[in-house]
Antibody, heavy 120, light 108 residues
């Protein structure tokens, strides 16, 4: 079935960079039938899809319009993990961040979530 | 962007009774709709995809129906462990994938 294990810091200063990783077990980040997503959840914005990376003979990344330009979703195939980098954060980026797998554009496997607070 | 509107915001149901949750899309999303259950402190859990296909391990008391812009999640014979927030998600119109704001189900 697989498992996603998140890691990363939960407190980020305004204007700094949020960095999280998601270790994949029981599946392969280079799978041609899955995509690897980051989703966040906050009381004000609800569940918000941020972006994904996936391999289909080459690597692709797609990002939500509101964070495009600030976000990078990358992968490390040697460690079987993918990562989120969100630059120039503001308090509005405070949320619980989840990594998630999709095998058909719906999310069938989720990480445990990381509460990220943006505060000085 | 497709907006999903869920109703009601909160639903109180007696154990053993039926809970009916609605999700309406701002434009047609065909049958590309999923439902999730989220309990406090946990990530969302996939219940249904393609409107009515149950994910692995999901009990038969969870069912879905609808098409185009109107969808329903039904929990027949509500169990106490079904207390949660339920979200719909569309994956027809991208970008981005979008979620509803949720319906909270509690036990009366």
């Amino acid at each position: 079935q697989g498992q996603l294990q998140q890691s990363g810091l939960g407190l980020v200063r305004p204007s700094q960079t949020l960095s999280l990783s998601c270790l994949v077990s029981g599946d392969n980040v280079s799978s041609k039938s899955a995509a690897w997503n980051w989703i966040r959840q906050s009381p004000s914005r609800g569940l918000e899809w941020l972006g994904r990376t996936y391999y289909r003979s080459k690597w692709y990344s797609d990002y939500e319009l509101s964070v495009r330009g600030r976000i990078i979703i990358d992968r490390d195939t040697s460690k079987n993990l993918f990562s989120l980098q969100l630059n120039s954060v503001t308090p509005e980026d405070t949320a619980v961040y989840y990594c998630a797998r999709d095998g058909g554009d719906f999310f069938d496997l989720w990480g445990q979530g990381t509460q990220v607070v943006v505060s000085a | 962007e497709v907006v999903l509107t869920q109703s009601p915001v909160t639903l109180s149901v007696s154990p053993g009774e039926r809970a009916t949750l609605s999700c309406k899309a701002s434009l047609s999303i065909s049958s590309n709709l999923a439902w999730y259950q989220q309990k406090p402190g946990q990530p969302p859990r996939l219940l249904l995809y393609s409107v009515s296909t149950r994910a692995s391990g999901i009990p038969a008391r969870f069912s879905g129906s609808g098409s185009a812009t109107e969808f329903t999640l039904t929990i027949s014979d509500l169990h106490p462990e079904d207390v949660a927030i339920y979200y719909c998600q569309q994956y027809n119109n991208w970008p981005p994938w979008t979620f509803g704001q949720g319906t909270k189900v509690d036990v009366k």
